[in-house]
């Protein structure tokens, strides 16, 4: 079963941008769905962007135009490039996965990472 890292959260002011990058480790990696989540204090998990392994892309509304999700699957790494950062995106971000077609619902990924900590500051 694949294994995910995220790295690449950290502070940043509203209206910069931030890469976060999901490191994968185990077979099979490009059959696999891919999805970004966050989860901000006392709020519930709530998807971002995901990727299928076709590359077709699904977003958030609230965040349509602004991230990127991508995948280089020769590197078994997912990225969401994040720009015109707000402070309402502040949360922990997780990668996740899944072998089926993305979804936006949380429960039906298997495979989470441990979360990376996005701030942003006004």
């Known amino acids: 079963q694949v294994q995910l890292v995220e790295s690449g959260g950290g502070l940043v002011q509203a209206g910069g941008s931030l890469r976060l990058s999901c490191a994968a480790s185990?077979?099979?990696?490009?059959?696999?769905?891919l999805g970004w989540f966050r989860q901000a204090p006392g709020k519930r998990r709530e998807f971002v962007a995901g990727?299928?392994?076709?590359?077709?892309?699904l977003y958030a509304d609230s965040v349509k135009g602004r991230f990127t999700i991508s995948r280089d699957n020769a590197k078994s790494t997912v990225y969401l490039r994040m720009n015109s950062l707000k402070p309402e995106d502040t949360a922990v971000y997780y990668c996740?996965?899944?072998?089926?077609?993305?979804?936006?619902?949380?429960?039906?990924?298997?495979?989470w990472g441990q979360g990376t900590q996005v701030t942003v500051s006004s």
């Open positions: 996740a996965a899944r072998t089926l077609e993305v979804t936006t619902t949380a429960g039906t990924y298997a495979v």
């Open positions: 185990g077979p099979t990696f490009s059959r696999y769905g």
């Open positions: 990727i299928n392994w076709s590359s077709n892309t």
